[in-house]
């Protein structure tokens, strides 16, 4: 029997599909039901490996592991890359198909709709469930004929629709029905009801809202969720990465109140952030972001990072154009701990070359001059789960590998980690390079500081005391939600009172026959 389906839209991006996908995928999960999560179409420069070396977006890895299952490219069978205002690369079940203006994607359509469908059939026949997530809006009337993500999947996977506000921005009655409006008489009998999302406030004041909803519409609101902090979920896409720097806790010295302050450049097509996650969640780190240099009396940070990136040539141009290359090479001169991931690796290097015009179409552009290395920019992708040890410490370290650039001279300086598999194969290979006595670095492995050990053993060469006066993060929802509760089920926690589930599934035929 094919398995059942419900799908979550949204009338607008970041509404919060994704954590609702996440937190259903879960309770049915919990409920021991084998589901799996969809999403047709993403796009985010926030990438995920699978084991065998397919390349996915992280919002999909994320609902899989909710699902406790492995993370496959069926689940996300197309992955747009933004690398400039209107191009993005197209990753197509896991591989690249090359970088696209935007005005060329419809011109894919039918390959891409094959790819979509064949991974839907593909779930549909090896789960139970499938918790499908659409993409912007399904009310974009320029998008209609050449819709990948949202009405032409529900219609493919003969899915029941519940479509999401975020009401903390304002306006969500008028999106919800405006969204009805204007969708196709067909889709719109696909909506089932609505949920209210990101709810601030005393719920008696919104029932007035809710009632004259479902008289104007005809369907139910089947939740009205609050909105919710510290989940440590993910985020899908650079909308959750702050505009501006939030305020740094900086302490008198090492006793009460000392925070280490990182500092994260958020160039234009920032790519793969969630590797920074694992340091939101330690309690005496304040994270920056940085679009600008600070003012000239500010702070210097513990750490100043740039993450990796989708376009390492137009970001390490933009880079020069804000004058954050003068602050980076200051923090450098003053002993400031300087560490490039992936791209930005490769920005801390002398030179990049992309001959063949791989990336963008500058032939050369020279690096910040910090590390004794040349990246050259290939037309294939290294995409691998890979693990290993930190060299300094011993600690052991697991990542992942997406990038077409290939170092060149890293022996020149002494490397940081050493790799012992990729893919699931034993190798022996060194990853990195380090030059000022170890204070800049760089690394071609995303996720870095997941592995706690490691992450620990950098906090305290960064200035973290012995004992630290704030502790280690104990697991989530530990703290006031009872012991045990890893992310997932701490998200169920936070929703399962404010999403009326039997509601819900009664949308459902398979589940309300079951």
């Excluded at 009460?256 to 780190?285: C, M, S």
């Excluded at 045990?484 to 998200?491: E, K």
Aim: aromatic content about 6%.
């Amino acid at each position: 029997m094919p398995a059942s389906t419900l799908m979550f839209q949204g009338t607008a991006s970041h509404v919060g599909k994704s954590v609702l996908t996440t937190a259903l995928c879960r309770i049915l999960h919990k409920k021991g039901i084998r589901v799996a999560p969809f999403k047709a179409v993403n796009m985010s420069n926030n990438a995920w490996v699978t084991r065998d070396g397919g390349e996915m977006a992280t919002a999909q890895a994320v609902q899989a592991k909710a699902c406790g299952i492995e993370p496959e490219v069926s689940m996300n069978p197309v992955l747009f890359k933004p690398t400039a205002e209107h191009s993005s690369q197209v990753i197509v079940l896991g591989k690249p198909m090359g970088v696209v203006p935007a005005a060329d994607f419809s011109r894919l359509r039918e390959t891409l709709l094959k790819a979509i469908e064949t991974s839907l059939q593909r779930l549909m026949s090896s789960y139970d469930f499938i918790v499908i997530e659409g993409a912007g809006s399904p009310a974009e009337v320029n998008l209609r004929q050449t819709d990948l993500a949202n009405m032409v999947v529900a219609h493919m996977a003969q899915a029941p629709v519940v479509l999401v506000a975020d009401i903390e921005r304002g306006g969500a009655f008028a999106q919800l029905v405006g969204t009805l409006e204007l969708i196709e008489p067909k889709d719109r009998d696909r909506v089932k009801g609505f949920i209210i999302n990101k709810f601030r406030g005393d719920r008696a004041l919104l029932e007035p809202g809710l009632r004259w909803l479902e008289e104007r519409t005809g369907r139910p609101v089947l939740g009205v969720v609050p909105f919710l902090s510290d989940l440590r979920i993910p985020e899908e896409d650079s909308l959750g990465v702050p505009l501006t720097p939030p305020s740094p806790l900086r302490g008198e010295g090492k006793g009460e109140g000392k925070y280490l302050l990182i500092q994260v450049i958020r160039y234009p097509t920032i790519a793969n952030f969630t590797d920074f996650d694992p340091l939101h969640q330690e309690p005496d780190v304040a994270i920056q972001y940085l679009a600008q240099p600070p003012p000239p009396k500010g702070d210097r940070p513990d750490l100043l990072i740039l993450p990796g990136s989708k376009s390492t040539m137009g970001d390490l141009d933009w880079l020069k154009r804000t004058g954050l290359d003068r602050y980076i090479a200051e923090c450098a001169r003053e002993g400031v701990e300087v560490l490039g991931i992936c791209g930005g690796f490769q920005m801390l290097g002398g030179m990049i070359y992309d001959p063949s015009h791989v990336e963008s179409q500058v032939s050369a552009m020279p690096g910040l001059g910090l590390l004794p290395t040349n990246t050259l920019f290939l037309s294939s992708k290294v995409t691998a789960q890979v693990g290993g040890i930190h060299i300094e410490s011993g600690e052991p370290v697991r990542g992942y590998e997406i990038h077409m650039g290939r170092l060149q001279g890293a022996r020149r300086g002494k490397p940081v980690f050493r790799l012992k598999q990729r893919g699931g194969e034993p190798i022996d290979e060194w990853d990195g390079c380090q030059a000022l006595e170890g204070k800049v670095w760089g690394t071609y492995l995303h996720g870095v500081f997941d592995e706690e050990g490691f992450r620990h053993h950098l906090l305290k060469r960064l200035g973290r005391p012995e004992e630290s006066p704030h502790p280690h993060p104990l697991p989530l929802g530990e703290r006031d939600k009872g012991e045990g509760l890893d992310p997932y089920d701490h998200l169920v926690e936070a929703v399962r009172d404010h999403l009326w589930l039997e509601k819900i599934m009664d949308q459902v035929p398979w589940v309300s026959k079951a």
